[in-house]
């Protein structure tokens, strides 16, 4: 208990035992003398006995020296020095505890979850590791001395660019919980040097620039130059005899190199440090000397381009042949070299004994990017290490496992069959025997039923199918292909797991209904709960009298005690009020405006897109617009004044998207400058939205809009974390939207529209459907120019607009009533502060089950049977 008070005051930033503070405020006059004397003063008490084994240095002296060293600095230090100096001292002690995990893992050879993801949205590391790693105290004290507070120098520190929006959020989530948990298990993915983009605004409109993250180095990985693999693509596949037995041998046109780099993942007050390990592009040969001479200065860095553009940019657009080429290369490329990597250390302890495999090993397909897996492992085990066909599908299958992150069935990752042959000749005939193994066991299987149904339902299950759209193309269909080589499928909330088992993959559910399974997802509750927003936290660890509801969110469940009480109401509206503060001065940095502190800061944050429907909340704010306007002064003064918010990336191909980024930017500009109305109501869209940003939003929201069309969002996670911090939700039955409401309590969660179960009726009969007139109004004054760009807004009220059959996909008009008439009530409910805050504190209260500690305990024990392996502290 002693030490874990002592981290709830760390937390808190009160004084700990040791008399220091995690974010201790500078109050000397001249933080340029401070600096150059504090660094004087460590490096005079820093030991440099002779002969000795030299002590640690201090954390202030270890920061001088990296500085010194490494950067070739001397006092009057930047906060970017400030930042490069503790990161590297702090990397130290990240890989001593690294190396003692992993060599006792090493020993102890455990089973491995081996988490395989596309991408990892990880944010900022310096502020989780040294919380984690339970430093914040001597290196807060540290960074004080030097003239600075941990929460600036956190600031200079660039967001890796490995992730876009929840799917890699929830792997670097998933990352940290299985650190937390002790379990043995690493991520796998690419080291984008670019990221997606970084977004900026240009006249209103979405542009998309490099993000060039590693331009200062990157403190945080450990490049590792005696783990590399080759990995091949396109060329031919011959049939050859090797000691009388027919095999095939695949001869790829093109190799690359992969190049580990090595993340470590520090779990919080536990010894054990997991890994990331990501993976770059280099070529074979560095420079073509030869075509240089020659004159041929292209060709002379060609091969290096090459290779370099399969991990320069996540997601890059696939609207062209060449971009649906590369896409498939990065999927292939990272799942290839993480494959090696594991066999190759199993080989090296367990020799060819595969069976074990199975026993040692299990891989996490997240979502059907890296599905390749399955054909991989296979050639893998039949081509590279000699196993029959039939051992080797035995192993594939109950290795891998797979998540689905969508319910939109024309998501499902579908290639074409000429793409997949070209570049991987070899995987594709792999895909070609399996097709044809599960079609015949299809036919057994179906022998009850005859004829033309018979092959319909083994044509609609088949891997390998007709293009519905161009009947002359046929497609790989890579769900189809996980589920059929991997031991368990499963969806990442209540409603859309069951929409996976009774619509998705309906087909394949009911011939493996034991395979299915859901995994509600989680956030981890330490970066989004307990790190971001240190100054609740340190109240809920005061209520509930100790902080172990960090690694235990169930305990949050205590402050349903204090949800009513005034006093504690008055407190925790306090901290609310300084994390708005704190948006709104980055909403003035972004912007120039300063925006009314008092006003419900309403937010939605999240990918761009059509399902998500940042359209239907933007109509909600014009035409809460338009009913001010229309009031009287003294009618005004009775309206809830609303700061929004909308954040996001528009995929660079999603032309839809950006038209709404475009709408959004168009109506903040009108309403902004309105005179009459500008202190009732903002709206700003905030561009370039990651995790730092999300870590400045999320705790300052008092209102957050989870608003998809019911049955369209899989999980969501921002939900979660906004639930956490005690945000009310405006949201439709959808998603993980209806767990939080059973969790928080549905009548304290604002609840509107249609119901998944109506969504095929209600789009058959659309063209059918009277729209509200007040829809109708909006519809024209878009039309009309009222925010200008008319033409370039013309195809957005065309895709909502009655006229057109098919139109209006995501039902807006049908939810749209329902969604005024919610916001009406969340008006209502935010002049009662005294109820408002009672329902914030019931949010926190019921978030225990969002903890990604949760899912992952899941996981282990019904899909991976994986065990806790902690190291000795």
Same mark, same amino acid.
């Given at each position: 208990m002693?030490?874990?008070?002592?981290?709830?005051? +760390?937390?808190?930033?009160?004084?700990a035992?040791?008399?220091?503070?995690?974010?201790p405020?500078?109050?000397?006059?001249?933080?340029?003398?401070l600096? *150059?004397?504090?660094?004087?003063?460590?490096? +005079?008490?820093?030991?440099?006995?002779? @002969?000795?084994?030299?002590?640690?240095?201090?954390?202030?002296?270890?920061?001088?020296?990296?500085?010194?060293?490494?950067?070739?600095?001397?006092?009057?230090?930047?906060?970017?020095?400030?930042?490069?100096?503790?990161?590297?001292?702090? =990397?130290?002690?990240? *890989?001593?505890?690294?190396?003692?995990?992993?060599?006792?893992?090493?020993?102890?050879?455990?089973?491995?979850? !081996?988490?395989l993801?596309?991408?990892?949205?990880?944010g900022?590391?310096?502020t989780?590791?040294?919380?984690?790693?339970?430093?914040?105290?001597?290196?807060?004290?540290?960074?004080?001395?030097?003239? !600075?507070?941990?929460?600036?120098?956190?600031?200079?520190?660039?967001?890796?660019?490995?992730?876009?929006g929840?799917?890699?959020?929830?792997?670097?989530?998933f990352?940290?919980? /299985?650190?937390?948990?002790?379990?043995?298990?690493?991520?796998?993915?690419?080291?984008?040097?670019y990221?997606?983009?970084?977004?900026?605004?240009?006249?209103?409109?979405?542009?998309?620039?490099?993000? $060039?993250?590693?331009?200062?180095?990157?403190?945080? #990985?450990?490049?590792?130059?005696?783990?590399?693999?080759?990995?091949?693509?396109?060329?031919?596949?011959?049939?050859?005899?090797v000691?009388?037995?027919?095999?095939?041998?695949?001869?790829?046109?093109?190799?690359?190199?992969?190049?580990?780099?090595?993340?470590?993942?520090?779990?919080?007050?536990?010894?054990?440090?997991?890994?990331?390990?990501?993976?770059?592009?280099?070529?074979?040969?560095?420079?073509?000397?030869?075509?240089?001479?020659?004159?041929?200065?292209?060709?002379?860095?060609?091969? =290096?381009?090459?290779?370099?553009?399969?991990?320069?940019?996540?997601?890059?657009?696939?609207?062209?042949?060449?971009?649906?080429?590369? +896409?498939?290369?990065?999927?292939?490329?990272?799942?290839?070299?993480s494959?090696?990597?594991?066999?190759?250390? &199993?080989?090296?302890?367990?020799?060819?004994?595969?069976?074990?495999?199975?026993?040692?090993?299990? &891989?996490?397909?997240?979502?059907?990017?890296?599905?390749?897996?399955?054909?991989? %492992?296979?050639?893998?085990?039949?081509?590279?290490?000699?196993?029959?066909?039939?051992?080797?599908?035995? *192993?594939?299958?109950?290795?891998?496992?797979?998540?689905?992150?969508?319910? /939109?069935?024309?998501?499902?990752?579908?290639?074409?069959?000429?793409?997949?042959?070209?570049?991987?000749?070899r995987?594709? #005939?792999?895909?070609?025997?399996?097709?044809?193994?599960?079609?015949?066991?299809?036919?057994?299987?179906?022998?009850?039923?005859k004829?033309?149904?018979?092959?319909k339902?083994?044509?609609?299950?088949?891997?390998i199918? #007709?293009?519905?759209?161009?009947?002359?193309?046929?497609?790989?269909?890579?769900?189809?292909?996980?589920?059929? @080589?991997?031991?368990?499928?499963n969806?990442?909330?209540?409603?859309?797991?069951?929409?996976?088992?009774?619509?998705?993959?309906?087909?394949?559910?009911?011939?493996?209904?034991?395979?299915?399974?859901?995994?509600?997802?989680?956030?981890?509750?330490?970066?989004?709960?307990?790190?971001?927003?240190?100054?609740?936290?340190?109240?809920?660890?005061?209520?509930?009298?100790?902080d172990?509801?960090i690694?235990?969110?169930?305990?949050?469940a205590? %402050?349903?005690?204090?949800?009513?009480?005034?006093?504690?109401?008055?407190?925790?509206?306090?901290?609310?009020?300084?994390?708005?503060a704190?948006?709104?001065?980055? *909403?003035?940095?972004?912007?120039?405006?300063?925006?009314?502190?008092n006003?419900?800061?309403?937010?939605?944050?999240? =990918? $761009?897109?059509?399902?998500?429907?940042? !359209?239907?909340n933007?109509?909600?704010? $014009?035409?809460?617009?338009?009913?001010?306007?229309?009031?009287?002064?003294?009618?005004?003064?009775?309206?809830?004044?609303?700061?929004?918010?909308?954040?996001?990336?528009?995929?660079?191909?999603?032309?839809?998207?950006?038209?709404?980024?475009?709408?959004?930017?168009?109506?903040?500009?009108?309403?902004?400058?309105?005179?009459?109305?500008?202190? %009732?109501l903002?709206?700003?869209?905030?561009?370039?939205?990651?995790?730092?940003?999300?870590?400045?939003?999320?705790?300052?929201?008092?209102?957050?809009?989870?608003?998809?069309?019911? @049955?369209?969002?899989?999980?969501?996670?921002?939900?979660?974390?906004?639930?956490?911090?005690?945000?009310?939700?405006?949201?439709?039955?959808?998603?993980?939207n209806?767990?939080?409401?059973?969790?928080?309590?549905?009548?304290?969660?604002f609840?509107?529209?249609?119901?998944?179960?109506?969504?095929?009726? %209600?789009?058959?009969?659309?063209?059918?459907?009277?729209?509200?007139?007040?829809?109708?109004?909006?519809?024209?004054?878009?039309?009309?120019?009222?925010?200008?760009?008319?033409?370039?807004?013309?195809?957005?009220?065309?895709?909502?607009?009655?006229?057109?059959?098919?139109?209006?996909?995501?039902?807006?008009?049908?939810d749209?009533?329902?969604?005024?008439?919610?916001? #009406?009530?969340v008006?209502?409910?935010?002049?009662?502060?005294?109820?408002?805050?009672?329902?914030?504190i019931?949010?926190?209260?019921?978030?225990?089950?969002?903890?990604?500690?949760?899912?992952?305990?899941? !996981?282990a024990?019904?899909?991976?049977h994986?065990?806790?392996? +902690?190291?000795?502290?």
């Open positions: 002693a030490q874990r008070q002592l981290q709830a005051n +760390r937390v808190a930033g009160a004084p035992s040791s008399g220091r503070q995690v974010f405020r500078v109050t000397a006059p001249s933080r340029g003398a600096r *150059i004397s504090a660094v004087a003063e460590a490096e +005079r008490t820093a030991p440099t006995t002779r @002969g000795s084994t030299p002590a640690v240095p201090a954390p202030t002296a270890d920061i001088a020296n990296k500085l010194r060293y490494l950067f070739g600095r001397n006092g009057d230090y930047t906060s970017t020095d400030a930042y490069q100096g503790t990161a590297w001292s702090v =990397r130290e002690k990240l *890989i001593d505890s690294f190396n003692k995990t992993h060599e006792f893992w090493k020993k102890e050879d455990p089973k491995f979850i !081996y988490y993801s596309a991408e990892f949205l990880m900022r590391s310096l989780n590791t040294v919380f984690n790693l339970g430093l914040d105290g001597e290196y807060g004290a540290a960074l004080t001395e030097l003239g !600075y507070r941990m929460e600036e120098v956190a600031d200079a520190e660039r967001d890796a660019a490995l992730g876009n929840g799917l890699g959020r929830l792997a670097a989530c990352l940290d919980s /299985m650190a937390t948990l002790d379990l043995p298990g690493w991520g796998y993915g690419i080291r984008y040097k990221g997606m983009f970084k977004q900026g605004l240009k006249n209103g409109y979405q542009v998309e620039m490099p993000d $060039i993250w590693l331009t200062k180095g990157n403190p945080w #990985e450990v490049r590792r130059d005696d783990v590399r693999f080759e990995v091949g693509f396109g060329g031919r596949v011959e049939r050859r005899k000691n009388g037995k027919e095999v095939s041998v695949w001869s790829p046109s093109e190799r690359v190199i992969a190049q580990a780099y090595d993340n470590p993942i520090p779990g919080f007050n536990t010894p054990t440090t997991s890994n990331l390990r990501l993976w770059d592009a280099l070529p074979l040969s560095e420079f073509d000397l030869s075509a240089f001479n020659a004159g041929d200065y292209d060709r002379a860095m060609l091969e =290096r381009e090459r290779a370099e553009a399969i991990s320069a940019v996540l997601y890059p657009n696939d609207s062209t042949p060449e971009g649906k080429e590369l +896409r498939l290369k990065q999927q292939y490329f990272f799942v290839c070299a494959l090696q990597d594991v066999l190759s250390r &199993f080989k090296a302890v367990h020799g060819s004994s595969w069976d074990l495999l199975p026993e040692k090993a299990c &891989f996490q397909l997240n979502d059907t990017h890296p599905t390749i897996a399955v054909a991989e %492992l296979m050639r893998l085990l039949v081509d590279v290490e000699g196993l029959d066909w039939e051992a080797a599908w035995t *192993i594939t299958t109950k290795c891998l496992n797979y998540t689905n992150h969508t319910v /939109m069935p024309e998501a499902l990752e579908k290639w074409p069959v000429k793409v997949m042959a070209k570049m991987l000749p995987h594709m #005939e792999i895909i070609e025997v399996i097709n044809e193994g599960w079609t015949k066991w299809l036919s057994g299987h179906l022998k009850d039923v004829g033309e149904e018979k092959a339902r083994i044509a609609a299950m088949s891997i199918h #007709e293009n519905p759209w161009n009947k002359e193309e046929m497609l790989v269909n890579m769900a189809y292909l996980a589920v059929v @080589g991997s031991s368990a499928v969806g990442v909330a209540a409603i859309h797991s069951n929409i996976v088992k009774d619509e998705i993959l309906n087909d394949f559910y009911q011939i493996f209904p034991s395979k299915f399974q859901n995994k509600t997802n989680g956030v981890t509750p330490r970066r989004w709960l307990a790190w971001c927003n240190p100054e609740l936290s340190a109240l809920i660890t005061e209520a509930l009298g100790s172990e509801w690694n235990d969110t169930e305990k949050l205590g %402050l349903r005690a204090f949800a009513s009480d005034a006093a504690f109401q008055k407190r925790w509206a306090a901290v609310k009020a300084a994390k708005k704190k948006l709104a001065a980055l *909403i003035k940095k972004v912007h120039g405006d300063d925006v009314n502190q006003a419900l800061f309403d937010i939605q944050i999240k =990918r $761009i897109h059509e399902y998500k429907r940042q !359209y239907l933007v109509l909600s704010i $014009i035409w809460r617009y338009k009913q001010l306007k229309s009031m009287s002064p003294e009618e005004r003064k009775k309206a809830v004044p609303r700061v929004c918010v909308i954040g996001g990336k528009a995929a660079s191909a999603y032309d839809m998207a950006k038209r709404i980024i475009r709408l959004v930017t168009a109506v903040g500009d009108v309403i902004n400058k309105d005179p009459e109305t500008r202190d %009732l903002r709206l700003y869209f905030l561009p370039d939205y990651n995790v730092s940003l999300a870590e400045t939003i999320i705790p300052a929201a008092e209102l957050s809009q989870h608003i998809s069309t019911a @049955g369209t969002e899989a999980s969501g996670t921002s939900n979660m974390k906004f639930q956490m911090n005690g945000c009310l939700i405006i949201g439709t039955w959808d998603g993980a209806i767990e939080i409401a059973e969790e928080t309590g549905v009548d304290n969660v609840v509107f529209g249609v119901r998944a179960e109506e969504i095929n009726r %209600l789009r058959k009969e659309r063209k059918n459907f009277k729209t509200d007139p007040r829809w109708d109004e909006l519809m024209r004054d878009i039309e009309n120019g009222m925010f200008g760009d008319k033409d370039y807004f013309k195809p957005l009220v065309d895709s909502v607009n009655n006229m057109k059959v098919g139109n209006d996909w995501f039902l807006l008009a049908n749209f009533a329902a969604y005024l008439d919610a916001q #009406e009530e008006d209502r409910t935010y002049k009662d502060q005294a109820e408002w805050l009672r329902r914030s019931m949010y926190t209260a019921g978030s225990g089950k969002f903890s990604s500690d949760r899912t992952i305990r899941e !996981y024990e019904d899909i991976w994986v065990k806790p392996c +902690r190291p000795a502290a």
